[in-house]
């Protein structure tokens, strides 16, 4: 059985959101206006995280990185869900069954990562922006919550046709829209129970850390940190 | 009962609003469900993909475009596109939000009351309105004053460019200005220094450190995904080979956030560090001597001819000494020496010039320190260094049909022609401006925008819409309304780029050469639209004679094929690829073989559909007698100019020191400028749509609205808070917009980004945030004529302050 | 691991925009395991009002067609496989309604006395697209292959579309099919029942 996971290479990640917009694209995110925005109501399943601003005084750093899902191996939204609308499936993929969800937010509030958005209005793609909607992934009704998928619609396609073709799930089979769109490279995803693939080999590496990790939510995505000029690669 | 109090809380909470909503008790649990559907069910059906080139920006990439049923859902770098490969920007992604775009036009607008609003515009049948504008041509060609026609364009490199240099051409006017200038400074220099008229191409992907001189090299560069590729190879793709970039820059960018290293410098003062650091290669003797002694002319002696009095050996000891640089660029001696000797001593070592976006070029006196350094460095023309694009081999166009009137017109000096710069074609959107305005060598009666917003995107955006509204009939082309547009006469409604046939060359910062087909994702464009270069030559039908045989293709793919034709008879290249493919070409070429994987003009055009283009990854580097065409035939450093420009120049970064202890900074102009452009609203293109706009700034955290970021300590002198609303001055215009105090930014200067401030571009775009444009006094630096931005003082005043102060977070 | 249960009837009809309630979202039942929180809800629900009818298996609206196609002709006199119709229910999602094109290709020119017939006729010689009714649905939010059913597991089509092949005329109401259509299957042919397999 697979678990699926992705590694995040800080050391060249550009900061550039393109992962940001290919999930939103990908999972049918109605646009909002600067109104929405303004109230922090913009939906976003990926987003570019700020930190290290120095205080005053001291020299500036800036880090951004993108933060997905979690898709945690101990995940704490599933533990307070009152209606099972989220859980965590066989191959360790966190779901989100909006038809469950009863918007009571307990899930937003217990995830430390903060990935996980509420739909406070009804989804609103203006004339002729309907047109553009992909039909492999639903459209979220208001007074629910959404998360990133993993893009797992993207496996259900991929695993029904490596099995009509008789061949088992190759590397690269199923890969999450953000990974497929980083101009860096700095993304990648598959299998970590397979010793071989890329993500299990990256997660090896001297410079491998979790977010968070000490809060014991086994998190599925790893981070490379940054590296040293002159250092292993 | 096994029932948490949570899980009651959850229920009961979901049904006591039911009912207290006012819903009707007979409701059945399927009335309640489809009660909360959205409604939006997208349709199925077979799924296939058309390859595509994005054009939000000048980068060039290859697109995959994922259609279900025919319609587009999804928009992907084409995998096998060297440019892309597989992979897209932010704006690439959002691609699909533009060709969806729910302001899009789809009839031709006439305007019919006062500028500068779509209020004023009436829809009109096309009919109408090729029937006034060719009229108007015709009588200007019978007339003979065609030169009063004037194309204000993009630099798309593609069909709709062609077109209008044919139309210029044929019609018989001179005035072709390209109103993006982003490679202008970069393109300059290295003619300068190389006798090459191209934008110089730096292999990142190649080297071990990168000395960026404040350009937006992770950002809005040339051709931005090309360049992340190469940057995360650069990083993390050679095993034991870990490149190392230095940020060299006022204001700590996204680009910044990404680098090993910071060094903040003075506004303005990036080039004189580039020579500091030149300075201490050669005092140390850690320049590539053979190079220099071998391929350039300059350093020992004055370069013979050209007037400079001092070689660069000279230049540098005497004025770009470790004292002085540091005094001037407030770098310390010890971080200039260190940096000098990590560059030196790299294995492999390149330096980036100040390009800041798409409408900031740099200036030439930078771009010059640069070059110089990077020969210094014995960078041109190698592996990880500094390289020379070659134009595709494209079918030229047939000759044009005779014609003395548009001869004539032809040979008229171009309105737009820098005053005492240099014959390199290079347009000047603004000097074109302030002669409608002043009235020049001839009037201008017709101008055609396309694929350019000049009362945006300008550094001199009121002259520019005055300007528009003096010349008695502009015609813009747009798919939503621009700013230019609206104080033009006409708007013509544009087919999106993904619904039309386009065969586009190389994109900037790329060197090999490359031809990228677009297909149409769909049958047929959107009812009303019509493409710009169909128009062109409906037009030159219309005014007929030599203007309308210019054009003997029946339409645009047969015109995309003739010149395909000529990539065959090139017998060069190959087919776009898998890096497999690109190794063999490679090797082959390399050998001096030709393996093409087509045969016949035919499989070369149905490869280029399949696989997206064709191109020549085949890079002969040294290449001496293609890459130095100077009189000398070498390198040759320009002391001559590198001094006067030095003169000349007054960067802020004196004034901005100036402000005595205690004196409050809000009384005078005295603040340096810093304008960027951030990567989702770059080139003035993006902040239509919703998605890019959520995207402005991770680092700060701002969206939707202009914000000019502070230095504490500057901040604190002029009593301002985080997140005040501020009013920005200078001799020129002000703008508002709110202040976020932070220490990415030196003291002395504020940061404001470039890209929004706009009337046109839709729902999303009109009226939100402020354009810093405005802010721009007509400066320009001598020699190269080219705007200086930097000259633009401001000084900061609090017009209002939100009642939750600091930090909304 | 918990797994999905509980049998809700989902919408089918487009709600026009600007009918839709406010207020958050209706509760489902909560799976096998909490048996008794199932029984607490339906208490709840017929108690508030919300559930006054067990389940709807079609809908309200009739469905209109552009012919009355009769499937029994096609499937049991001509001895048409289904998939020579419906195309892509080997290979794609979808199974895929019939184009014009499929149709002409036999009835370009009329085969018999047949009234509806002579309408198809008609409408292909005026070179109008045929618009089906659909006589199947699944909420949205469900991901469903008919490659994945017809050709990996080898259901036959009579499984989930009973009796539609033997009809003689379209039935007039759409069939919505509903998680217990599913669930029934996935268990009694040991299928997954991970949330996500069918979630999307």
Redesign the interface.
């Known amino acids: 059985m697979a678990r699926w996971g992705m590694v995040i290479d800080l050391d060249r990640c550009t900061a550039c959101q393109a992962c940001v917009v290919a999930c939103q694209v990908e999972n049918n995110v109605p646009p909002t206006g600067a109104d929405q925005a303004e109230l922090g109501r913009s939906i976003s399943w990926l987003r570019l995280a700020p930190h290290g601003e120095a205080e005053h005084g001291t020299r500036p750093q800036m880090h951004l990185m993108p933060v997905p899902c979690m898709h945690c191996d101990n995940p704490p939204c599933t533990k307070v869900c009152p ?2 609308a989220t ?1 965590i ?3 360790g ?1 966190v ?1 989100q ?7 009571c937010r307990y899930c937003t509030t217990a995830c430390p990562y903060t990935v996980r958005e509420f739909n406070w209005k ?1 989804p609103d793609f203006p004339e002729p922006m309907e047109q553009g909607l992909s039909p ?4 979220r ?4 919550v959404e998360k990133c ?1 993993f893009c ?2 993207r ?3 991929a695993r ?1 046709r490596a ?2 073709e008789d061949r088992p799930l190759a590397e690269g089979d199923y890969v999450p829209a953000c990974v497929e769109s980083c101009p860096a490279a700095a993304m990648t995803f598959g299998d970590l129970e397979d010793p071989n693939s890329e993500v299990s080999r990256l997660k090896q590496s001297q410079r491998a850390f979790q977010l968070l990790e000490e809060l014991g939510t086994e998190p599925k995505v790893t981070y490379l940190s940054k590296g040293e000029w002159g250092g292993q690669v | ?3 948490t109090r949570r ?2 809380l ?14 009707p ?13 959205p ?3 997208p349709p ?4 296939d993909a058309v390859l595509s080139v994005c054009k939000l920006c000048p980068g060039g990439c290859g697109l995959r475009v994922r259609r279900i049923g025919g319609r587009p859902v999804k928009v992907d770098g084409n995998l096998l596109h060297p440019v892309s490969g597989g992979r897209l920007c932010p704006k690439g992604q959002a691609a699909l939000q533009s060709l969806f775009h729910p302001d899009r036009l789809s009839s031709p607008l006439r305007r019919v009351g006062p500028v500068g609003s779509l209020d004023s515009f009436e829809p009109r049948p096309w009919e109408e309105a090729l029937a006034e504008i060719s009229e108007r041509l015709r009588l200007l060609h019978q007339v003979g004053r065609p030169e009063s026609l004037a194309i204000l364009r993009g630099n798309q490199r593609g069909v709709a460019d062609r077109v209008a240099r044919r139309f210029l051409d044929a019609f018989g006017s001179p005035t072709d200005v390209v109103v993006d200038r982003g490679e202008q400074a970069a393109t300059l220099a290295l003619y300068l220094t190389q006798g090459v008229r191209a934008a110089p191409a730096y292999d990142v992907r190649s080297t071990d450190y990168v000395l960026s001189f404040g350009s937006s090299l992770l950002e809005a560069w040339s051709s931005p995904v090309h360049m992340m590729r190469a940057y995360g190879e650069f990083r993390q793709g050679r095993p034991g080979r870990r490149g190392k970039l230095v940020q060299i820059e006022p204001r700590l960018s996204v680009t910044g956030s990404s680098a090993d290293e910071w060094i903040d410098v003075r506004p303005g003062s990036e080039g004189i560090l580039a020579l500091g650091i030149a300075n201490v290669l050669v005092s140390e003797g850690l320049y590539d001597r053979d190079f220099v002694s071998e391929r350039c002319v300059g350093f020992l002696e004055p370069l013979a001819g050209s007037g400079g009095r001092l070689s660069l050996a000279e230049l540098l000891s005497r004025r770009y000494g470790l004292e002085e640089v540091a005094d001037r660029t407030g770098v310390s001696n010890n971080v200039i020496l260190r940096i000098a000797r990590e560059f030196a001593t790299a294995r492999s070592r390149l330096a980036v010039g100040p390009r800041k976006g798409p409408l900031l070029p740099g200036s030439l006196f930078d771009h010059l320190a640069v070059q110089t350094l990077n020969a210094l460095a014995g960078n041109p023309d190698r592996p990880g260094g500094v390289l020379v694009p070659e134009e595709a081999p494209l079918a030229g166009w047939p000759e044009l049909p005779s014609d003395e009137s548009a001869a004539a017109g032809r040979a008229r000096p171009r309105l737009d022609s820098a005053e005492g710069g240099f014959e390199l074609g290079l347009s000047d959107p603004e000097r074109l401006a302030e002669l409608v305005l002043r009235g020049g060598f001839y009037p201008i009666e017709v101008a055609f925008v396309m694929g350019a917003d000049p009362v945006l995107t300008s550094m001199t955006p009121e002259r520019f819409a005055q300007a528009i509204e003096k010349i008695p009939l502009v015609v813009s082309f747009a798919t939503v309304p621009t700013d230019t547009a609206l104080y033009g006469d006409w708007i013509l409604p544009e087919t999106h780029f993904l619904e039309r046939w386009d065969l586009e060359t190389g994109p900037p910062g790329v060197p090999f050469p490359l031809v990228s087909l677009s297909q149409p994702v769909w049958g047929k464009a959107s009812p009303g639209t019509r493409s710009a270069p169909d128009v062109l030559i409906e037009l030159a039908a219309e005014v007929g004679g030599s203007v309308a045989s210019a054009f003997p293709w029946p339409d645009v793919p047969s015109m995309i094929r003739a010149e395909v034709a000529g990539l065959f008879a090139a017998r060069r290249g190959a087919l776009m690829g898998s890096e497999f493919d690109e190794a063999w070409v490679r090797m082959m070429e390399g050998a001096g073989w030709w393996a093409p994987g087509y045969r016949t003009a035919e499989e070369l055009w149905s490869g280029m559909r399949e696989s997206g283009g064709w191109w020549d990854p085949f890079y002969d580097h040294g290449d001496w007698r293609r890459v130095l065409l100077t009189d000398s035939g070498r390198f040759e450093f320009r002391t001559d100019l590198l001094q006067q420009l030095g003169d000349d120049r007054r960067p802020p970064y004196a004034l901005a020191a100036a402000g005595s202890e205690g004196e409050p900074l809000g009384a005078r102009p005295l603040l340096a400028l810093v304008l960027f452009e951030p990567l989702p609203v770059a080139g003035g293109v993006g902040a239509e749509l919703p998605f890019l706009q959520e995207l402005l700034e991770p680092g700060l955290e701002e969206s939707w609205s202009t914000w000019v970021e502070i230095h504490p300590e500057t901040a604190a002198r002029i009593g301002i808070r985080d997140h005040d609303r501020v009013r920005l001055t200078s001799d020129q215009g002000s703008i508002e917009a709110k202040a976020r105090v932070t220490a990415r930014i030196v003291e002395g200067a504020v940061a404001v980004p470039v890209g929004l401030g706009r009337k046109g571009g839709g729902r999303w775009a009109s009226g939100c945030g402020a354009n810093p444009l405005r802010l721009l006094v007509a400066a320009r630096e001598t020699v190269s004529g080219l705007p200086a931005p930097e000259a633009t003082r401001v000084r900061v005043a609090v017009v209002g302050r939100d009642g939750h102060g600091e930090g909304r977070a | ?2 797994r999905c249960a509980g049998a ?10 600007g ?10 039942p ?2 096998v395991v ?4 199932i029984g ?2 339906v208490f ?2 017929l108690t ?6 067990g389940s ?1 298996g079609s809908s309200s609206r009739p469905v209109d067609q552009p012919v009355e196609f009769n499937h029994r002709l096609h499937v049991e006199d001509v001895g048409l496989e289904c998939n020579e119709c419906h195309e ?1 229910a080997e ?4 199974s895929g309604l019939p184009t014009a094109e499929t149709c002409a290709f036999c009835h370009e020119e009329a085969q018999g006395n047949s009234p509806e017939e002579a309408k198809l006729v008609a409408l292909l010689s005026g070179g109008q697209p045929l618009e089906w009714g659909r006589l199947y649905r699944q ?5 469903y ?1 008919h ?2 059913h017809v ?2 597991a080898g259901l036959e089509c009579e499984r989930c579309h009973a009796g539609l092949a033997a009809s003689s005329r379209p039935p007039r109401r759409v069939r919505k099919l509903t998680m217990d259509d599913c669930i029934d299957c996935h268990e009694d042919g040991d299928a ?1 029942s ?4 069918c ?2």
């Open positions: 209606v099972q859980q499936g066989e191959e993929l779901g069954i909006y038809a469950r969800c009863i918007g009804q492999d992934v639903s459209i009704p208001k007074g629910v998928t797992h619609h496996l259900q396609v029904d099995q009509l | 009962m096994n029932v899980r009651f959850g229920f009961a909470a979901g049904t006591v609003a039911g009912t207290a909503a006012g819903v008790a007979s409701w059945t649990l399927s009335d309640w469900m489809a009660a909360i559907d409604g939006v069910r199925t059906g077979p799924e | 691991m918990p809700p009837i989902m919408p089918d009809e487009r709600i026009e925009k009918q839709a309630p406010t207020g958050p979202s209706t509760g489902e909560a799976g909490a048996s008794a929180a607490f809800l709840l629900l508030t009002g919300l559930l006054t009818v709807g892509f290979s794609e999602s979808f909420p949205a939010h469900v991901y292959a490659s994945q050709s990996v997954e991970d949330c996500t397999t979630h999307r």
